[in-house]
Nanobody, 121 residues
Framework: VQLQASGGGLVQAGGSLRLSCAAS????????MGWFRQAPGKEREFVAA????????YYADSVKGRFTISRDNAKNTVYLQMNSLKPEDTAVYYC???????????????WGQGTQVTVSS
C-alpha cells in the first residue's frame, strides 16, 4: 500500500482544514486507517483511526470533538476533518495503514509522506 497525504496548510486558530490520504492497492478497504502527527521537537503521536467500515473510530483525547476521521473505500481515500483548530495542533500530519483489525492498534505497517498543518494564533 502506498499512501499520499494532502490538504495541509496555514490556518488561523478556530479555523478548519480537511486532510486527505489517497491509497493505492485494491485491498485498501481491509486496512485500519489512522492519522498521526509530529510537532517540532516532539514524538509522533496518534490522532485518529477508522475501521474498514468506518463504524468504529478512535480519537486521541486532545482532538476528540474537534476532528473527524472518515473514509471512502470506493475512492481509496481517508479524510481527517479538523475543526476549531488550535496552535497546538501545528504539526506534520501522517496517514498510515494497519493490517490489524482493531482501531486501537498501534501497529501500522504503511506510512504516507506527511503534510504540514500550521495554526496561527
Amino acid at each position: 500500500v502506498q499512501l499520499q497525504a494532502s490538504g495541509g496548510g496555514l490556518v488561523q486558530a478556530g479555523g478548519s482544514l480537511r486532510l486527505s490520504c489517497a491509497a493505492s492497492g485494491r485491498t485498501f478497504s481491509r486496512y485500519v486507517m489512522g492519522w498521526f502527527r509530529q510537532a517540532p521537537g516532539k514524538e509522533r503521536e496518534f490522532v485518529a483511526a477508522s475501521s474498514w467500515s468506518s463504524v468504529a473510530t478512535y480519537y486521541a483525547d486532545s482532538v476528540k470533538g474537534r476532528f473527524t476521521i472518515s473514509r471512502d473505500n470506493a475512492k481509496n481515500t481517508v479524510y481527517l476533518q479538523m475543526n476549531s483548530l488550535k496552535p497546538e495542533d501545528t504539526a506534520v500530519y501522517y496517514c498510515a495503514a494497519s493490517r490489524e483489525n482493531v482501531v486501537t492498534t498501534r501497529v501500522y505497517e504503511y506510512w504516507g509522506q506527511g503534510t504540514q498543518v500550521t495554526v496561527s494564533s
